[in-house]
Nanobody, 123 residues
Framework: QVQLVESGGGLVQAGGSLRLSCAAS????????MGWFRQAPGKEREFVAA????????YYADSVKGRFTISRDNAKNTVYLPMNSLKPEDTAVYYC????????????????WGQGTQVTVSS
C-alpha cells in the first residue's frame, strides 16, 4: 500500500505557472505507475497525465499537452507536475494517483489517491 500527499497548489494568474508535487510513503514507490487527475466544481474527475514505473513513458490529456510535464524521482519517492501557461479552465482540485499493475489512464485510475491540492487560475 502507498500513501500519497500532494503539495504545490495555489492561486495564480492566467499565463502563470505552478509545480505540483506528490510525495509517496514506503519503499516500493518504483513499483507504482503514477498519475494526476483533477476535478473542477460540478464536474467529474478527469485524467491529466500519467507516467510509468521508470519514468520512460508518459501520457497526457489533450487539454494539457504541451503545457504540463509529468516526471518522477524514484530516489525521492516523488512525482511532479510542472504546469505552465495556466488557464482559468485549469482551475480544479488536483489529485495524485498510483497504480501497481498499470498506468493510470482516462476512466481507469489506479487504486490509491492523495487528498488533493487546489489550483485556482484567475483571469
Amino acid at each position: 500500500q502507498v500513501q500519497l500527499v500532494e503539495s504545490g497548489g495555489g492561486l495564480v494568474q492566467a499565463g502563470g505557472s505552478l509545480r505540483l508535487s506528490c510525495a509517496a510513503s514506503g519503499r516500493t514507490f518504483s513499483r507504482y505507475a503514477m498519475g494526476w487527475f483533477r476535478q473542477a466544481p460540478g464536474k467529474e474527475r478527469e485524467f491529466v497525465a500519467a507516467i510509468d514505473w521508470s519514468g520512460s513513458s508518459t501520457y497526457y490529456a489533450d487539454s494539457v499537452k504541451g503545457r504540463f510535464t509529468i516526471s518522477r524521482d524514484n530516489a525521492k519517492n516523488t512525482v511532479y507536475l510542472p504546469m505552465n501557461s495556466l488557464k482559468p479552465e485549469d482551475t480544479a482540485v488536483y489529485y495524485c494517483n498510483a497504480g501497481r499493475h498499470q498506468m493510470p489512464v482516462p476512466g481507469n485510475p489506479g487504486n490509491y489517491w492523495g487528498q488533493g491540492t487546489q489550483v485556482t487560475v484567475s483571469s
